[in-house]
């Protein structure tokens, strides 16, 4: 039963430029959520997608947008990239009336 | 939204001796998760407390919610090299939103 997959595991940007992330969640799941963890920090609420909609959205600027597929894949999409989106990404994805998330191994971005 | 607050933020311990955790709010909770990061890893879910007073155990792990419902704990038992990581505590919210703590590290001599 394969887990939470996110590809890339590793990028290089330069400030300015877009990037797109990409999760596929756990059989059986439905919601995907993203989050943001910087080094030695929780990780951050992005936002949520459930029936390919974003149903709920964290404390992140519109340069943040995602998407959801009806094979309930997910896309992350930063735009305008800052030093400070240096980041691990994490997918995780849970049942919609489950418990805990599974979480992905994450996207290390580096925007240098 | 709800929030916790998680002490202490760096834990160093003997192999052997146990570890505890804490994780408190201002507000009552719904309830409370707990996750375990390895170094260079992703958290990986441990288990949710929904009742108040409610005591779980997982081998060494033992996991407590108050009875108001506004603090946790996680205590591990003769701490192992492979208890060695960051452990959160979270908030599930309305639609499965799950708020983290800041975490705590934990660090095991041997």
């Known amino acids: 039963d394969a887990g939470v997959t996110q590809s890339p595991t590793h990028l290089i940007k330069t400030r300015g430029q877009q990037v797109t992330l990409r999760c596929s969640p756990k059989?059986?799941?439905?919601?995907v959520s993203w989050y943001q963890q910087a080094l030695g920090q929780g990780p951050q609420f992005i936002f949520q997608y459930y029936e390919e909609e974003e149903r709920q959205r964290g404390n992140f600027p519109d340069r943040f947008s995602g998407h959801q597929f009806p094979n309930y894949s997910s896309e992350l999409n930063v735009n305008a990239l800052l030093l400070g989106d240096s980041a691990l990404y994490l997918c995780?994805?849970?049942?919609?009336?489950?418990?805990?998330?599974?979480f992905g191994s994450g996207t290390r971005l580096t925007v240098v | 939204g709800q929030q916790v607050m998680q002490i202490p933020q760096y834990q160093h311990v003997q192999e052997g001796e146990d570890f505890t955790t804490y994780c408190n709010s201002s507000?009552?909770?719904?309830?409370i998760q707990w996750y375990k990061q390895r170094p260079g890893g992703h958290p990986v879910f441990l288990i949710q407390l929904v009742k108040s007073g409610e005591v779980k155990k997982q081998k060494r792990l033992t996991f407590q919610f108050g009875e108001a419902k506004k603090n946790s704990s996680l205590h591990i038992t003769a701490t192992q090299t492979t208890d060695v990581g960051t452990y959160f505590c979270?908030?599930?919210?309305?639609?499965?939103?799950?708020?983290f703590g800041i975490g705590t590290k934990l660090q095991v001599i041997p």
């Open positions: 995780a994805s849970s049942p919609d009336r489950g418990q805990g998330y599974t």
């Open positions: 507000t009552t909770l719904s309830n």
């Open positions: 979270a908030v599930s919210g309305g639609y499965q939103k799950v708020t």
């Open positions: 059989s059986g799941h439905d919601t």
